[in-house]
């Protein structure tokens, strides 16, 4: 569907983040915004598992390695 554009270290670096503001947010009983701001976790879960992001696509980024023919 998407083409990949993040690399191995990238991915690992956005789940890692994400799931540690995931947990984080849910080991937090906190309120008011910074407590709901940790749901920000997801985006970089989800682009993490998913190996693409919108905004790199936008701007032309990649950090997935080129493949050798």
Not at 23 to 38: E, I, L, M, R, T
């Amino acid at each position: 569907m998407f083409t990949t554009n993040e690399g191995t270290v990238d991915r690992a670096l956005r789940i890692i983040v994400g799931l540690a503001l995931l947990v984080w947010f849910f080991a937090d009983q906190g309120a008011g915004f910074w407590h709901y701001a940790k749901l920000i976790g997801i985006l970089p879960l989800v682009t993490g598992v998913v190996g693409t992001c919108p905004l790199y696509s936008i701007l032309g980024i990649s950090t997935c390695p080129m493949k050798r023919v």
